[in-house]
């Protein structure tokens, strides 16, 4: 990676399309990634957990049976087992059979298309600390020697501490659904450039109180035109849209 990102040096697009296509595909799979691509976005959004045996994949939930046809705790199956699964059919006829993504499938298609990625490291309960290291891990193997790495973020304070210290060249950011107190104090502390908020937290104080401190500033999820211009008055910096077939990406 030739130049680190920071706060100053921000390479990431405004855009990113959330689980790789919003709702319009099963979320966090490969076709979910092609069809946000097909509406013109360059920077895409992914939920990343472990495998039983150690094996990164994309997947939002603890379980599994609300976005395939599997059942019980993903992170208690082998990735042998879990890429058996169907994670299409439940959205639509049209993707059924689609199988859930390696983490390594989906970087080798972002990096051959030269796309940005936000990886959220998602851990199953209990394994913050080693998913934050395994992620940031195969990223720095996969995007070596690339300009751009991904945006590794989390809810997880502890999987980023995890990510710093396997990997401390990763841009961290993160993710935040309340402000405590101690917000830009945790992000600081985590080493972040960014903070990515619920996009309701973000106002005029929120802003101010962020980029003086020196972060970059992204929302999520935010669907609605209303939203979409006070973020961009605000001086925001990213976008998360289910949206990608309301909103044009800045290309």
Known sequence: MTNPVTAANWPYPRWVAHR??????????????????????????????LSADGIPFLLHDATLERTSNGKGVAGELSWEALAKLDAGGWHSP?????????????????????????IEIKPTPGIESRTGTVVANEAARL???TATPPLLTSFQP??????????????????????????LETAAGLGCVAIVCNHKLWNADTVAQAKKAGFRLLS???NDEANV???????????????????????
């Not at 980023?160 to 101690?182: H, K, M, T, V």
Request: aromatic share 10%.
């Open 94 to 118: 049209a993707f059924a059979a689609e199988g859930l993504a390696s983490f390594e499938h989906i970087a080798r298609f972002c990096l051959d298309k030269g796309y940005f990625l936000n």
């Open 220 to 222: 999520y999820t935010v």
């Open 158 to 183: 502890l999987s980023l501490e995890a990510a710093r210290a396997a990997q401390p060249q990763l841009p961290r950011g993160l993710l935040l659904d309340e402000l405590p107190a101690s917000w």
């Open 20 to 49: 790789g296509a919003g709702k319009l595909a099963p979320e966090n799979t490969l076709a979910s990634f092609m069809l946000g691509a097909s509406h013109g976005y360059r920077m895409f959004e992914c939920d990343v957990k």
């Open 229 to 251: 211009q006070r973020l961009l008055a605000l001086g925001t910096d990213g976008i998360i849209t289910d949206a990608v077939n309301v909103f044009k990406p800045d290309l």
């Open 143 to 145: 995007w070596q020697g």
